[in-house]
């Protein structure tokens, strides 16, 4: 677990409200998943938050989906 939380992929603000925030994610042109384990500060539980885009065609963009995660992680939190 601890290997997981190296890199939370959503950065710390977006991690504020977990006790324990584990990702792992990938790429390649066109293609981007990211999958996150957490447990909420406020009472303990755990979720597990993923999301996965592709794009034959193009490529897609990290800022848009890191930005949906982090809102996703943000309401779960509550």
């Known amino acids: ?23 792992k994610g990938g790429s390649e042109l066109g293609v981007l998943s990211m999958s996150l384990l957490g447990q909420r500060k406020s009472d303990g539980k755990w979720y597990v938050v993923t999301m996965g885009w592709n794009n034959p065609d193009a490529a897609v963009s990290t800022d848009t989906m890191v930005g949906l995660v982090t809102r996703l992680l943000s309401l779960a939190a509550k």
Not at 1 to 23: C, E, F, K, R, T
């Open 1 to 23: 677990m601890a290997a997981m939380a190296i890199n939370n992929g959503v950065g710390p603000a977006a991690a504020a409200d977990w006790s324990y925030l584990g990702y």
